[in-house]
């Protein structure tokens, strides 16, 4: 299980780069995302995979992470 996904890893999913780029925008533009100051800790164009799974839950079972 990876801990944080960037688009590539989202692409791996069946996604164009463009809908990657779309995704990885929405999560990072989410309360929860600001709200945690990840963007001070990680690089901007990867996300937890917990956020992921949590603004795009039917992909629980595809990203393999647990709640």
């Known amino acids: ?3 944080l996904l960037g688009y590539k890893d989202i692409m791996a999913l069946g996604f164009s780069k463009k809908t990657a780029y779309k995704m990885l925008n929405l999560i990072c533009e989410s309360e929860d995302y600001k709200k945690s100051n990840l963007a001070k ?3 901007s164009k990867k996300v937890p ?9 039917e992909f629980k079972e ?3 992470c647990e709640k």
């Open 1 to 3: 299980m990876k801990v």
């Open 62 to 64: 595809v990203v393999g």
């Open 41 to 43: 800790v990680i690089d």
């Open 49 to 57: 995979t917990k956020l992921f799974v949590k603004m795009f839950p």
